[in-house]
Nanobody, 126 residues
Framework: QVQLVESGGGSVQSGGSLRLSCVAN????????MGWFRQAPGKEREGVAC?????????ADSVKGRFTITISQDNAQRTLMLQMNSLKPEDTAMYYC??????????????????WGQGTQVTVSS
């Protein structure tokens, strides 16, 4: 199973920017999808952005034009990033990195992923 470790969360004011990173190790397949999800207190986990090994990306409507998902690879380690600009208070949540091997189609459904990171908190104040 893929091991994921997130970093980069923090507190910013509305309109600010943050960049999240997720280091992934343990891949065995060239095909994959990786994504960012978030969960606010009392709410269900929701998909934010996803990228596939085929290079396609998918974004939730609420973050289109503000967030950008990218991925880089160095030998056996992949690093997933989420650049978040023009942050709003409603973006406040715990953000999770997720991965699924073999399948190379994007998805914003948490059920489509089997590997999860521990989460990193993002807090946006007004």
């Amino acid at each position: 199973q893929v091991q994921l470790v997130e970093s980069g969360g923090g507190s910013v004011q509305s309109g600010g920017s943050l960049r999240l990173s997720c280091v992934a190790n343990g891949y065995r397949s060239s095909g994959f999808r990786m994504g960012w999800f978030r969960q606010a207190p009392g709410k269900e986990r929701e998909g934010v952005a996803c990228i596939s090994s085929a290079g396609t990306t998918t974004y939730a409507d609420s973050v289109k034009g503000r967030f950008t998902i990218t991925i880089s690879q160095d030998n056996a380690q992949r690093t997933l990033m989420l650049q978040m600009n023009s942050l709003k208070p409603e973006d406040t949540a715990m953000y999770y990195c997720a991965a699924q091997e073999v399948y190379d189609r994007t998805s914003l459904n948490p059920g489509a992923f089997t590997s999860w990171g521990q989460g990193t908190q993002v807090t946006v104040s007004s």
